[in-house]
């Protein structure tokens, strides 16, 4: 099992830089999550994303908008 290693948490991190140089036209990161996935959400605030404040209702309930600027 490779969970809690901080894998995604290392990924998350260096994604701003990828985008960044990969897609210089993008100037907004944004995620959405399921309100029951707090280590999701968790994971998100640690690499720097934000919660938005809006919500959407999905496939599984409701969801929340974060986001990261570049």
């Keep these: 099992m490779e969970q ?3 894998y995604a948490q290392g990924a998350m991190k260096m ?3 990828f985008a960044r140089e ?3 036209f993008v100037q907004e ?3 959405i999550v399921n309100h029951a ?3 999701a959400q968790n994971l998100y605030k640690k690499a720097g994303f934000s919660d938005t404040g809006r919500r959407r209702n999905g496939n599984h309930g409701l ?3 974060y ?3 570049l």
């Design 4 to 6: 809690h290693k901080g």
């Design 15 to 17: 994604l701003p830089d």
């Design 22 to 24: 990969h897609f210089t």
């Design 29 to 31: 990161l944004v995620l």
């Design 37 to 39: 996935n707090v280590p």
């Design 63 to 65: 969801q929340y908008i």
């Design 67 to 69: 986001h990261y600027s």
